[in-house]
């Protein structure tokens, strides 16, 4: 059986790193008690080192919130996949719609995502639409940004990514996206991945859901979206709902 991915998204947050050891560490106990769910952590990049050293004999996998798009050199404040590699990391969220919506391209979101893989990291992509209008042109963008973030990404590479949708509107929002919609929207994603890639690289490349998942809402986003796994921000932070949202998803 495929195992169930949830990543944890922890933003900009907590703002020491003793509370981040905790919360890592209580996420950890919990996520280390999964049988066929697993646990990618995102904290903010300088809390990774202390939290890698946590983590000897733990299934959860550490996560970078973003990289660059260069190896290394002169580029101020930015961060290279070869460091991620080399401290331990294997995922990296990259085009997450609060960096979108700061000015990252879907120029510069696709060379990330080439350099992670070429560089054996997990690539999670973000894409989502703004908004939604009944005529349904919000697909045609959610195309267009999925082959814009994909560009010059061969197939060859692929079989490392992830794909989280996340519409922007039901981020840090009150709800989530209707479950049945969610399934509509998964699958209008691996139909552009497949578009692009194949059918079999479509059906093999784990595509997963975020916005305002909370312990309540994660089972029927899992059961009636049919997603392979969660993108979880608020919830993430929040240790005993994180904790109850891991045990809620792990028995479906
Ligand atoms: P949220 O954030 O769960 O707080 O809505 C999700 C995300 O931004 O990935």
């Given at each position: 059986?495929?195992?169930?991915?949830?990543?944890?998204?922890?933003?900009?947050?907590?703002?020491?790193?003793?509370?981040?050891?905790?919360?890592?560490?209580?996420?950890?106990?919990?996520?280390?008690?999964?049988?066929?769910?697993?646990?990618?952590?995102?904290?903010?990049?300088?809390?990774?080192?202390?939290?890698?050293?946590?983590?000897?004999?733990?299934?959860?996998?550490?996560?970078a919130q973003d990289v660059?798009?260069?190896?290394?050199?002169?580029?101020?404040?930015?961060?290279?996949?070869?460091?991620?590699?080399?401290?331990?990391?294997?995922?990296?969220?990259?085009?997450?719609?609060?960096r979108?919506?700061?000015?990252?391209?879907?120029?510069?979101?696709?060379?990330?995502?080439?350099?992670?893989?070429?560089?054996?990291?997990?690539?999670?992509?973000?894409?989502?639409?703004?908004?939604?209008?009944?005529?349904?042109?919000?697909?045609?963008?959610?195309?267009?940004?999925?082959?814009?973030?994909?560009?010059?990404?061969?197939?060859?590479?692929?079989?490392?990514?992830?794909?989280?949708?996340?519409?922007?509107?039901?981020?840090?929002?009150?709800?989530?996206?209707?479950?049945?919609?969610?399934?509509?929207?998964?699958?209008?994603?691996?139909?552009?991945?497949?578009?692009?890639?194949?059918?079999?690289?479509?059906?093999?490349?784990?595509?997963?859901?975020?916005?305002?998942?909370?312990?309540?809402?994660?089972?029927?986003?899992?059961?009636?979206?049919?997603?392979?796994?969660?993108?979880?921000?608020?919830?993430?932070?929040?240790?005993?709902?994180?904790?109850?949202?891991?045990?809620?998803?792990?028995?479906?």
């Amino acid at each position: 059986m495929k195992k169930k991915m949830i990543v944890g998204n922890w933003k900009m947050n907590p703002t020491t790193l003793e509370e981040a050891k905790r919360l890592f560490k209580s996420i950890k106990n919990d996520a280390d008690t999964l049988k066929a769910t697993d646990v990618v952590l995102c904290p903010p990049f300088v809390y990774i080192p202390a939290l890698l050293n946590t983590r000897t004999e733990t299934s959860v996998s550490i996560g970078a919130q973003d990289v660059y798009f260069e190896e290394q050199g002169s580029f101020t404040g930015e961060v290279s996949p070869l460091m991620l590699k080399d401290l331990g990391v294997t995922h990296v969220i990259i085009g997450h719609s609060e960096r979108r919506a700061r000015g990252e391209t879907d120029e510069s979101i696709s060379k990330k995502v080439l350099l992670a893989l070429e560089h054996g990291l997990r690539p999670i992509l973000c894409v989502g639409e703004k908004e939604r209008d009944e005529q349904g042109g919000h697909l045609e963008t959610l195309k267009q940004q999925i082959k814009d973030s994909l560009n010059n990404v061969p197939k060859k590479h692929i079989d490392r990514l992830i794909v989280a949708y996340e519409p922007v509107w039901a981020i840090g929002a009150k709800e989530a996206m209707n479950p049945l919609v969610v399934y509509e929207m998964s699958l209008f994603v691996k139909k552009v991945l497949s578009d692009i890639y194949g059918h079999d690289e479509a059906i093999s490349t784990p595509v997963l859901y975020g916005g305002s998942v909370n312990f309540r809402n994660a089972p029927d986003i899992i059961t009636q979206g049919k997603v392979d796994g969660l993108l979880v921000g608020r919830e993430s932070v929040n240790a005993p709902g994180f904790s109850e949202l891991l045990k809620a998803v792990d028995i479906l």
